[in-house]
């Protein structure tokens, strides 16, 4: 199976309360952007899932929007800054299905990837996950060092 894990496009530094987030305009360009290249790099998610915040949501629409995806992006609990990336693993394992896409946050993000691909959720895998990276995970169980990262976009 194929996972598509992927962080968030530029978010404005503050606001009211971090759920507040929104994208800002290179935000939204580069959650485009990174959608593009998903397709042109041949992925077509099946199922798009994100966390809560609107940040997410909002780079799972353009990423949809951009993509020409017939799915709708399902809001998540446990996948945001605060929650732990262990739990947050087993809420994806919970939802994945091939080609899935998963919006989220860091730190957690790059410490599931590590986890999953170096058994150490410490790994600092390359390329770094600057605003709107998307690492793509092929496995066959949620287990720690046995994923193989295939592939990676950036904006």
Same mark, same amino acid.
């Given at each position: #199976?194929?996972?598509?894990? #992927?962080?968030?496009?530029?978010?404005?530094?503050?606001?009211?309360? $971090?759920?507040?987030?929104?994208?800002?305009?290179?935000?939204?360009?580069?959650? #485009?952007?990174?959608?593009?290249?998903?397709?042109? !790099? !041949?992925?077509?998610?099946?199922?798009?899932?994100?966390?809560?915040?609107?940040?997410?949501?909002?780079?799972?629409?353009?990423?949809?929007?951009? #993509? @020409?995806?017939?799915?709708?992006?399902?809001?998540?609990?446990?996948?945001?800054?605060?929650? $732990?990336?262990? $739990?947050?693993?087993?809420? +994806?394992?919970?939802?994945?299905?091939?080609?899935?896409?998963?919006?989220?946050?860091?730190?957690?993000?790059?410490?599931?990837?590590?986890?999953?691909?170096?058994? $150490?959720? @410490? /790994?600092?895998?390359?390329?770094?996950?600057?605003?709107?990276?998307? /690492?793509?995970?092929?496995?066959?169980?949620?287990?720690? !060092? +046995?994923?193989?990262?295939?592939?990676? /976009?950036?904006?």
């Amino acid at each position: #199976m194929h996972i598509i894990l #992927m962080r968030h496009g530029e978010a404005v530094p503050f606001a009211p309360n $971090d759920a507040d987030r929104t994208l800002t305009p290179k935000g939204k360009s580069q959650a #485009m952007n990174t959608g593009s290249q998903l397709k042109r !790099g !041949g992925w077509s998610p099946e199922a798009v899932y994100c966390s809560t915040l609107i940040r997410a949501q909002q780079t799972a629409e353009l990423v949809i929007d951009v #993509m @020409r995806l017939d799915v709708i992006a399902n809001k998540v609990e446990g996948i945001t800054p605060e929650d $732990d990336w262990v $739990d947050a693993i087993t809420m +994806i394992e919970n939802r994945a299905s091939n080609n899935s896409l998963f919006v989220f946050h860091q730190p957690i993000l790059t410490q599931i990837v590590g986890h999953l691909t170096e058994s $150490d959720p @410490r /790994y600092v895998g390359h390329p770094h996950a600057i605003p709107a990276t998307a /690492y793509i995970l092929q496995l066959d169980a949620f287990l720690p !060092g +046995i994923a193989t990262l295939v592939g990676s /976009y950036q904006p």
